[in-house]
Nanobody, 114 residues
Framework: VQLQASGGGLVQTGGSLRLSCVAS????????VAWYRQAPGKERELAAT???????NYPDSVKGRFTISRDNAKNTVYLQMNSLKPEDTAVYYC?????????WGKGTLVTVSS
């Protein structure tokens, strides 16, 4: 599975961005799709997950500000990010796991200026 993330950019504190991740094949039935992020000098961390039953999960750091969704017909996963903070600055990666294999996109850079 190839994953292409897009939608990153430079935004001011308090602004919004919507990230998209298009998969090269159907994501229907994939049990879990996720967004991760990696800030400079830090380890990659989970930003949001969504199951094939549309159950979502977020770490406390983004809860209430980020929303993950999936459009199975378009093989696309979205991450709506609102009320962005400088600490949200990171490269954001989409991730799917299927058939016992983890697949990663190349990432899209989000920079939040103070």
């Amino acid at each position: 599975v190839q994953l292409q993330a897009s939608g990153g950019g430079l935004v001011q504190t308090g602004g919004s961005l919507r990230l998209s991740c298009v998969a090269s094949r159907s994501i229907f039935g994939m049990p879990r799709v996720a967004w991760y992020r990696q800030a400079p000098g830090k380890e990659r961390e989970l930003a949001a997950t969504i199951t094939n039953s549309d159950i979502t999960n977020y770490p406390d750091s983004v809860k209430g500000r980020f929303t993950i969704s999936r459009d199975n017909a378009k093989n696309t996963v979205y991450l709506q990010m609102n009320s962005l903070k400088p600490e949200d600055t990171a490269v954001y990666y989409c991730n799917v796991a299927t058939g016992g294999v983890n697949y990663w996109g190349k990432g899209t850079l989000v920079t939040v200026s103070s």
